[in-house]
Protein backbone atom coordinates (compact mmCIF):
# COMPACT_ATOMS: atom_id res chain seq x y z
CA UNK A 1 0.00 0.00 0.00
CA UNK A 2 0.97 3.54 -0.57
CA UNK A 3 0.69 5.93 2.12
CA UNK A 4 -0.74 9.35 1.67
CA UNK A 5 -0.41 12.39 4.13
CA UNK A 6 -3.08 14.63 3.10
CA UNK A 7 -3.21 18.61 3.20
CA UNK A 8 -4.92 18.57 6.61
CA UNK A 9 -1.47 16.04 7.87
CA UNK A 10 -4.08 13.25 8.03
CA UNK A 11 -3.14 9.45 6.19
CA UNK A 12 -4.25 7.74 3.75
CA UNK A 13 -3.45 4.18 2.16
CA UNK A 14 -4.27 3.51 -1.52
CA UNK A 15 -3.51 0.51 -3.59
CA UNK A 16 -0.96 1.36 -6.15
CA UNK A 17 -0.06 1.68 -9.09
CA UNK A 18 -1.84 4.74 -9.41
CA UNK A 19 -2.26 7.70 -11.30
CA UNK A 20 -2.00 10.67 -8.56
CA UNK A 21 -4.42 12.71 -10.66
CA UNK A 22 -7.25 9.77 -9.83
CA UNK A 23 -6.45 10.08 -6.30
CA UNK A 24 -6.95 13.78 -5.99
CA UNK A 25 -10.26 13.46 -8.03
CA UNK A 26 -11.29 10.81 -5.58
CA UNK A 27 -10.62 12.74 -2.85
CA UNK A 28 -11.92 16.16 -3.90
CA UNK A 29 -8.40 18.35 -3.93
CA UNK A 30 -8.36 20.77 -6.41
CA UNK A 31 -5.00 19.65 -8.50
CA UNK A 32 -3.70 23.36 -8.41
CA UNK A 33 -3.91 23.78 -4.20
CA UNK A 34 -1.00 21.25 -3.66
CA UNK A 35 2.19 20.23 -4.11
CA UNK A 36 2.84 16.68 -4.73
CA UNK A 37 5.52 15.63 -2.90
CA UNK A 38 7.70 12.33 -2.65
CA UNK A 39 11.18 12.77 -0.67
CA UNK A 40 12.66 15.41 -1.84
CA UNK A 41 11.32 15.47 -5.54
CA UNK A 42 7.71 17.30 -6.77
CA UNK A 43 5.36 15.27 -8.61
CA UNK A 44 3.13 15.96 -11.58
CA UNK A 45 -0.52 14.66 -11.29
CA UNK A 46 -0.05 12.19 -13.92
CA UNK A 47 2.82 10.27 -12.29
CA UNK A 48 1.83 6.79 -10.75
CA UNK A 49 2.38 6.11 -7.22
CA UNK A 50 3.31 2.45 -6.22
CA UNK A 51 3.06 0.50 -3.20
CA UNK A 52 5.64 1.67 -0.54
CA UNK A 53 5.65 5.04 -1.77
CA UNK A 54 4.86 7.66 1.10
CA UNK A 55 3.53 11.22 -0.66
CA UNK A 56 2.77 14.14 0.71
CA UNK A 57 -0.53 16.75 -0.82
CA UNK A 58 1.41 20.36 0.66
CA UNK A 59 -1.41 22.88 1.13
CA UNK A 60 -0.43 25.96 -0.77
CA UNK A 61 -3.83 28.42 -0.60
CA UNK A 62 -3.46 30.71 2.31
CA UNK A 63 -6.38 32.37 3.71
CA UNK A 64 -6.11 35.19 6.17
CA UNK A 65 -8.46 38.75 5.12
CA UNK A 66 -8.45 40.45 1.99
CA UNK A 67 -6.74 43.17 3.73
CA UNK A 68 -4.05 44.69 1.85
CA UNK A 69 -1.51 44.14 4.12
CA UNK A 70 -2.36 40.57 5.29
CA UNK A 71 0.73 38.85 4.04
CA UNK B 1 5.01 14.64 -18.31
CA UNK B 2 8.21 16.31 -19.68
CA UNK B 3 10.07 19.62 -19.31
CA UNK B 4 8.72 21.72 -22.47
CA UNK B 5 12.70 22.71 -22.75
CA UNK B 6 14.46 19.83 -22.39
CA UNK B 7 12.62 17.05 -21.98
CA UNK B 8 13.18 15.67 -18.68
CA UNK B 9 10.72 14.72 -16.43
CA UNK B 10 8.81 17.73 -15.17
CA UNK B 11 8.47 18.90 -11.52
CA UNK B 12 5.42 21.30 -12.42
CA UNK B 13 2.21 21.35 -14.92
CA UNK B 14 1.53 24.93 -15.88
CA UNK B 15 -1.65 24.47 -17.73
CA UNK B 16 -2.21 28.14 -18.28
CA UNK B 17 1.02 28.17 -20.23
CA UNK B 18 0.94 25.16 -22.05
CA UNK B 19 3.44 23.94 -20.20
CA UNK B 20 5.77 21.54 -18.03
CA UNK B 21 9.06 22.33 -16.83
CA UNK B 22 12.20 20.43 -14.92
CA UNK B 23 13.41 21.68 -11.98
CA UNK B 24 16.23 23.88 -13.66
CA UNK B 25 13.66 25.11 -16.60
CA UNK B 26 11.18 25.86 -13.71
CA UNK B 27 13.01 28.31 -12.03
CA UNK B 28 14.25 30.16 -15.07
CA UNK B 29 10.52 30.72 -15.62
CA UNK B 30 9.59 31.95 -12.27
CA UNK B 31 13.01 34.34 -12.25
CA UNK B 32 11.77 35.80 -15.84
CA UNK B 33 8.37 36.40 -14.09
CA UNK B 34 9.29 38.26 -11.73
CA UNK B 35 11.43 40.47 -14.29
CA UNK B 36 9.09 40.49 -16.11
CA UNK B 37 6.36 42.18 -13.41
CA UNK B 38 9.17 44.56 -12.32
CA UNK B 39 9.57 45.54 -15.64
CA UNK B 40 6.15 45.58 -17.42
CA UNK B 41 4.08 47.39 -14.38
CA UNK B 42 7.60 49.75 -13.29
CA UNK B 43 8.44 48.41 -10.26
CA UNK B 44 11.75 49.11 -9.33
CA UNK B 45 15.44 49.22 -10.67
CA UNK B 46 18.99 48.12 -9.04
CA UNK B 47 19.82 51.24 -7.83
CA UNK B 48 16.77 51.22 -5.45
CA UNK B 49 16.73 50.30 -1.58
CA UNK B 50 14.14 47.78 -1.37
CA UNK B 51 12.17 47.31 2.08
CA UNK B 52 10.80 43.92 1.55
CA UNK B 53 7.90 43.52 4.39
CA UNK B 54 8.16 39.47 5.22
CA UNK B 55 5.97 37.60 7.56
CA UNK B 56 7.48 33.82 7.59
CA UNK B 57 5.09 32.96 5.24
CA UNK B 58 6.02 31.24 1.78
CA UNK B 59 5.10 34.30 -0.56
CA UNK B 60 6.89 36.93 1.60
CA UNK B 61 10.51 34.90 2.35
CA UNK B 62 10.18 33.28 -1.54
CA UNK B 63 10.17 37.04 -2.85
CA UNK B 64 12.94 38.46 -0.53
CA UNK B 65 14.93 34.88 -1.92
CA UNK B 66 14.20 35.96 -5.36
CA UNK B 67 14.83 39.57 -5.09
CA UNK B 68 18.44 38.91 -3.80
CA UNK B 69 18.93 35.78 -6.35
CA UNK B 70 18.28 38.57 -8.80
CA UNK B 71 20.64 41.35 -7.29
CA UNK B 72 18.18 44.20 -5.71
CA UNK B 73 18.81 45.80 -3.02
CA UNK B 74 16.96 44.27 -0.32
CA UNK B 75 16.24 44.72 3.93
CA UNK B 76 13.47 42.80 4.97
CA UNK B 77 11.13 44.05 7.68
CA UNK B 78 9.45 41.93 10.34
CA UNK B 79 6.42 43.34 12.30
CA UNK B 80 6.14 41.68 15.60
CA UNK B 81 2.30 41.27 15.96
CA UNK B 82 2.37 39.62 19.45
CA UNK B 83 0.27 36.29 17.87
CA UNK B 84 2.13 33.87 20.48
CA UNK B 85 3.62 31.27 19.41
CA UNK B 86 2.99 31.93 15.97
CA UNK B 87 4.75 35.32 15.96
CA UNK B 88 7.57 33.60 17.70
CA UNK B 89 8.14 31.14 14.82
CA UNK B 90 7.26 33.06 12.12
CA UNK B 91 9.90 35.91 13.26
CA UNK B 92 12.72 32.66 13.89
CA UNK B 93 11.87 32.05 10.09
CA UNK B 94 12.65 35.56 8.98
CA UNK B 95 15.58 35.69 10.97
CA UNK B 96 16.71 32.19 9.28
CA UNK B 97 15.97 33.67 5.95
CA UNK B 98 18.17 37.04 6.82
CA UNK B 99 21.13 34.88 7.81
CA UNK B 100 21.16 32.68 4.57
CA UNK B 101 20.72 35.95 2.42
CA UNK B 102 23.58 37.61 4.31
CA UNK B 103 20.90 40.50 4.66
CA UNK B 104 20.00 42.67 7.63
CA UNK B 105 16.69 42.12 8.73
CA UNK B 106 14.72 45.10 10.88
CA UNK B 107 12.64 44.22 13.52
CA UNK B 108 9.82 46.73 15.01
CA UNK B 109 8.88 45.54 18.56
CA UNK B 110 5.13 46.26 18.19
CA UNK B 111 3.77 44.08 20.87
CA UNK B 112 6.25 44.81 23.38
CA UNK B 113 6.13 48.56 22.77
CA UNK B 114 2.71 49.02 22.28
CA UNK B 115 0.22 45.70 23.08
CA UNK B 116 -0.50 42.59 21.11
CA UNK B 117 -2.82 43.08 18.07
CA UNK B 118 -5.56 41.46 19.87
CA UNK B 119 -5.41 43.74 22.62
CA UNK B 120 -5.09 47.30 20.52
CA UNK B 121 -8.24 45.89 18.61
CA UNK B 122 -10.07 45.14 21.69
CA UNK B 123 -9.43 48.85 22.37
CA UNK B 124 -9.74 50.45 19.67
CA UNK B 125 -13.28 48.22 18.89
CA UNK B 126 -12.03 46.99 15.63
CA UNK B 127 -11.59 44.00 13.71
CA UNK B 128 -8.23 42.05 14.50
CA UNK B 129 -7.41 41.94 11.11
CA UNK B 130 -8.07 45.53 10.16
CA UNK B 131 -6.11 46.37 13.33
CA UNK B 132 -3.54 44.65 11.89
CA UNK B 133 -3.79 46.03 8.34
CA UNK B 134 -3.71 49.88 9.78
CA UNK B 135 0.01 48.63 12.33
CA UNK B 136 1.41 46.98 9.03
CA UNK B 137 0.68 49.85 6.59
CA UNK B 138 2.10 52.44 9.57
CA UNK B 139 5.33 50.64 9.75
CA UNK B 140 5.60 49.76 6.05
CA UNK B 141 5.79 53.09 5.60
CA UNK B 142 7.61 54.37 8.55
CA UNK B 143 10.52 52.22 8.46
CA UNK B 144 11.35 53.26 4.98
CA UNK B 145 10.68 56.81 5.33
CA UNK B 146 12.90 57.16 8.34
CA UNK B 147 15.08 54.80 6.97
CA UNK B 148 15.62 56.06 3.56
CA UNK B 149 14.15 53.25 1.83
CA UNK B 150 12.45 54.31 -1.61
CA UNK B 151 10.09 51.16 -2.10
CA UNK B 152 8.07 48.78 -0.34
CA UNK B 153 7.91 45.39 -1.56
CA UNK B 154 5.11 42.36 -0.29
CA UNK B 155 4.34 38.96 -1.35
CA UNK B 156 1.08 39.13 -2.70
CA UNK B 157 0.71 36.68 -5.33
CA UNK B 158 -1.32 36.32 -8.71
CA UNK B 159 -4.24 34.28 -6.55
CA UNK B 160 -4.26 37.05 -3.80
CA UNK B 161 -4.79 39.92 -6.43
CA UNK B 162 -7.65 37.42 -8.44
CA UNK B 163 -9.55 36.84 -5.58
CA UNK B 164 -9.50 40.37 -4.12
CA UNK B 165 -10.88 41.63 -7.81
CA UNK B 166 -13.39 38.99 -7.60
CA UNK B 167 -14.43 40.24 -4.15
CA UNK B 168 -14.23 44.08 -5.32
CA UNK B 169 -16.05 43.28 -8.11
CA UNK B 170 -18.77 40.61 -7.04
CA UNK B 171 -19.53 44.10 -4.41
CA UNK B 172 -19.16 46.54 -6.69
CA UNK B 173 -16.60 47.85 -5.05
CA UNK B 174 -15.81 50.46 -7.44
CA UNK B 175 -13.36 52.55 -6.08
CA UNK B 176 -11.02 49.44 -4.85
CA UNK B 177 -11.22 48.17 -7.91
CA UNK B 178 -9.94 51.86 -9.42
CA UNK B 179 -7.11 51.67 -7.54
CA UNK B 180 -5.54 47.60 -7.29
CA UNK B 181 -2.49 47.63 -9.10
CA UNK B 182 0.72 45.69 -8.20
CA UNK B 183 2.59 49.32 -8.24
CA UNK B 184 0.94 52.46 -5.76
CA UNK B 185 3.20 55.38 -6.43
CA UNK B 186 4.60 57.34 -4.05
CA UNK B 187 2.53 59.84 -2.94
CA UNK B 188 1.44 62.41 -0.35
CA UNK B 189 4.84 61.01 1.73
CA UNK B 190 3.44 57.64 1.34
CA UNK B 191 6.41 55.11 0.00
CA UNK B 192 5.55 53.23 -3.51
CA UNK B 193 4.40 49.68 -2.72
CA UNK B 194 4.86 46.97 -5.06
CA UNK B 195 4.04 43.35 -5.51
CA UNK B 196 6.35 41.45 -7.80
CA UNK B 197 4.43 38.42 -7.32
CA UNK B 198 1.61 39.07 -9.27
CA UNK B 199 1.84 36.91 -12.26
CA UNK B 200 3.18 33.95 -10.26
CA UNK B 201 0.42 31.36 -8.81
CA UNK B 202 0.33 30.22 -5.11
CA UNK B 203 1.54 26.83 -6.44
CA UNK B 204 4.44 28.19 -8.43
CA UNK B 205 5.50 30.11 -5.21
CA UNK B 206 5.09 27.06 -2.90
CA UNK B 207 7.27 24.87 -5.53
CA UNK B 208 9.46 27.76 -5.95
CA UNK B 209 9.98 27.40 -2.26
CA UNK B 210 10.00 23.94 -1.26
CA UNK B 211 12.99 23.14 -4.78
CA UNK B 212 14.85 26.30 -3.02
CA UNK B 213 14.59 24.38 0.45
CA UNK B 214 12.69 27.61 2.07
CA UNK B 215 11.44 26.81 5.39
CA UNK B 216 8.02 28.72 5.62
CA UNK B 217 5.78 28.75 7.83
CA UNK B 218 2.51 26.89 6.99
CA UNK B 219 -0.06 27.45 9.34
CA UNK B 220 -2.15 30.14 9.01
CA UNK B 221 -1.97 33.17 10.97
CA UNK B 222 -4.47 31.91 14.23
CA UNK B 223 -6.65 34.99 14.31
CA UNK B 224 -7.57 34.54 10.23
CA UNK B 225 -11.55 33.84 10.51
CA UNK B 226 -12.54 35.21 7.35
CA UNK B 227 -12.93 33.28 5.12
CA UNK B 228 -14.29 35.26 2.06
CA UNK B 229 -10.95 35.05 0.22
CA UNK B 230 -10.24 30.67 0.66
CA UNK B 231 -13.70 30.93 -1.06
CA UNK B 232 -12.41 33.42 -3.55
CA UNK B 233 -9.57 31.44 -4.78
CA UNK B 234 -10.97 28.32 -4.39
CA UNK B 235 -13.35 29.07 -7.49
CA UNK B 236 -11.58 30.80 -9.01
CA UNK B 237 -9.50 27.89 -9.38
CA UNK B 238 -12.02 25.36 -9.81
CA UNK B 239 -13.06 27.61 -13.02
CA UNK B 240 -9.31 26.98 -13.65
CA UNK B 241 -8.84 23.18 -13.60
CA UNK B 242 -11.53 23.20 -16.44
CA UNK B 243 -10.42 26.34 -18.28
CA UNK B 244 -6.98 26.90 -17.75
CA UNK B 245 -5.60 30.14 -18.04
CA UNK B 246 -8.29 32.28 -16.58
CA UNK B 247 -7.73 32.97 -13.51
CA UNK B 248 -4.27 34.39 -15.17
CA UNK B 249 -6.68 36.31 -17.96
CA UNK B 250 -8.95 37.50 -15.36
CA UNK B 251 -6.22 39.71 -13.40
CA UNK B 252 -3.73 40.55 -15.77
CA UNK B 253 -6.41 41.66 -18.26
CA UNK B 254 -7.53 43.53 -16.72
CA UNK B 255 -4.16 45.31 -15.34
CA UNK B 256 -3.16 45.74 -19.06
CA UNK B 257 -6.28 47.47 -19.41
CA UNK B 258 -6.01 49.79 -16.80
CA UNK B 259 -2.37 50.53 -18.07
CA UNK B 260 -3.91 51.95 -21.01
CA UNK B 261 -6.57 53.90 -19.76
CA UNK B 262 -9.35 51.18 -20.51
CA UNK B 263 -11.04 51.29 -17.45
CA UNK B 264 -11.14 55.44 -16.93
CA UNK B 265 -14.25 56.79 -15.15
CA UNK B 266 -15.14 53.03 -14.12
CA UNK B 267 -15.85 54.27 -10.72
CA UNK B 268 -17.23 57.80 -11.57
CA UNK B 269 -20.56 56.84 -10.19
CA UNK B 270 -19.47 54.74 -7.33
CA UNK B 271 -21.86 54.64 -5.01
CA UNK B 272 -20.19 53.14 -1.57
CA UNK B 273 -17.44 54.99 -0.37
CA UNK B 274 -14.38 52.75 0.54
CA UNK B 275 -13.49 51.86 3.87
CA UNK B 276 -9.90 52.31 3.65
CA UNK B 277 -8.64 48.87 3.02
CA UNK B 278 -7.22 49.50 -0.53
CA UNK B 279 -6.03 52.72 0.18
CA UNK B 280 -5.19 52.59 3.62
CA UNK B 281 -3.99 56.18 4.96
CA UNK B 282 -3.47 57.61 1.33
CA UNK B 283 -7.13 59.36 0.75
CA UNK B 284 -7.76 62.50 1.54
CA UNK B 285 -4.46 65.04 2.75
CA UNK B 286 -2.04 65.38 2.41
CA UNK B 287 -1.55 66.44 6.43
CA UNK B 288 1.02 65.59 9.08
CA UNK B 289 -0.19 63.52 11.98
CA UNK B 290 -0.56 66.20 14.99
CA UNK B 291 0.81 62.91 16.78
CA UNK B 292 3.42 61.06 15.16
CA UNK B 293 4.05 63.92 12.62
CA UNK B 294 3.81 61.38 9.61
CA UNK B 295 1.78 61.48 5.91
CA UNK B 296 -1.85 61.46 7.17
CA UNK B 297 -5.51 61.58 5.30
CA UNK B 298 -6.73 63.92 8.50
CA UNK B 299 -5.34 65.82 11.25
CA UNK B 300 -4.50 62.18 13.25
CA UNK B 301 -3.58 59.27 10.84
CA UNK B 302 -4.89 55.87 12.08
CA UNK B 303 -2.31 54.41 13.77
CA UNK B 304 -2.74 57.16 16.31
CA UNK B 305 -6.01 56.98 16.62
CA UNK B 306 -6.33 53.29 16.84
CA UNK B 307 -3.53 53.62 19.72
CA UNK B 308 -4.66 56.09 21.40
CA UNK B 309 -7.43 53.81 22.51
CA UNK B 310 -5.03 52.29 24.80
CA UNK B 311 -4.70 53.56 27.95
CA UNK B 312 -1.26 54.47 28.48
CA UNK B 313 -0.65 57.81 29.69
CA UNK B 314 2.55 57.33 30.67
CA UNK B 315 3.79 55.83 27.02
CA UNK B 316 3.99 57.27 23.84
CA UNK B 317 3.41 54.30 21.71
CA UNK B 318 4.62 55.61 18.37
CA UNK B 319 8.02 56.64 19.61
CA UNK B 320 9.47 53.11 20.01
CA UNK B 321 10.07 51.41 16.70
S1 LIG C 1 -4.91 37.14 9.44
FE1 LIG C 1 -5.44 39.21 10.14
S2 LIG C 1 -4.37 39.40 12.12
FE2 LIG C 1 -3.42 37.68 11.05
S3 LIG C 1 -1.67 38.57 9.95
FE3 LIG C 1 -3.42 38.58 8.52
S4 LIG C 1 -4.33 40.60 8.75
FE4 LIG C 1 -3.02 40.27 10.54
ZN1 LIG D 1 13.99 21.30 -18.54
ZN1 LIG E 1 0.26 59.41 13.55
Not at chain 2, 234 to 254: C, D, M, V, W
Amino acid sequence: MAKIILPDGKTIEVKGPREIRAILRRLNILENTVLIVRGDELLTPDRMIEDDDTIELIPVISGGSLEVSHL
Amino acid sequence: MKCRICRETAVIALPRHNSAFCKEHFLDFFKRQVQRAIREFRMFSRKDRILVCVSGGKDSLTLWHILHELNYDTTGLYIDLGIGEYSKRSRRLCEDMAKSLGRELKVVEFSKAVAPIKDLARAAKRTDCSTCGVVKRYYFNKVALEEGYNVVATGHNLDDEAARLLGNLLRWQLEFVQKQYPVLEEEKGLKRKVKPLCRLTEQEIAAYAFLNRITYLRDECPMSHDSTSLLYKEALNRIELQSPGTKHFFYLQFLYRKRKGNLKGLSENAAVEPDGAETGDSKGGPFQCRVCGLPSSGQICSFCKITGYLDKSDQTPYEHA
